[in-house]
């Protein structure tokens, strides 16, 4: 196999795999059916400092993603449904997109073309 293919794939593999690690993650979640101590346990962590500091990080990464996403998104329904999904959903929503435009990305950095 071709060096250079290899090094392409591995940036596509590691997102598939996040991905799917994410909706395993869900799937586990929604199996355990967690809802009756959503409430109280989100109660819990706004109380805390940390988790206070910890949901800011979470969202301001959440919103620098979307910037992005805004910014290198060509279709205006993707960029709506992104804004919609990404801080409801989080960061599988976010690797489906890197995954679906990763070939767009690799040429616009190659090319250095952001506009």
């Not at 929604?30 to 109280?40: C, D, G, Y």
């Not at 979470?58 to 060509?74: H, Q, V």
């Not at 960029?79 to 990305?105: K, S």
Request: glycine share 6%; net charge neutral; aromatic share 14%.
């Amino acid at each position: 196999m071709n060096p250079n293919r290899a090094n392409n794939l591995l940036p596509l593999m590691l997102l598939i795999l996040g991905v799917a690690l994410s909706i395993t993650l869900i799937a586990w979640m929604l199996l355990l059916n967690p809802w009756p101590l959503f409430s109280e346990q989100g109660q819990w962590l706004t109380s805390q400092v940390w988790g206070q500091i910890s949901l800011f990080d979470l969202y301001s990464g959440f919103f620098i993603a979307l910037a992005l996403t805004w910014l290198f998104e060509p279709n205006p329904w993707v960029r709506i449904l992104l804004l919609i999904t990404l801080p409801t959903l989080g960061n599988p929503v976010l690797a489906i997109w890197c995954v679906t435009r990763w070939q767009q990305l690799k040429r616009m950095a190659a090319s250095g073309d952001f506009d």
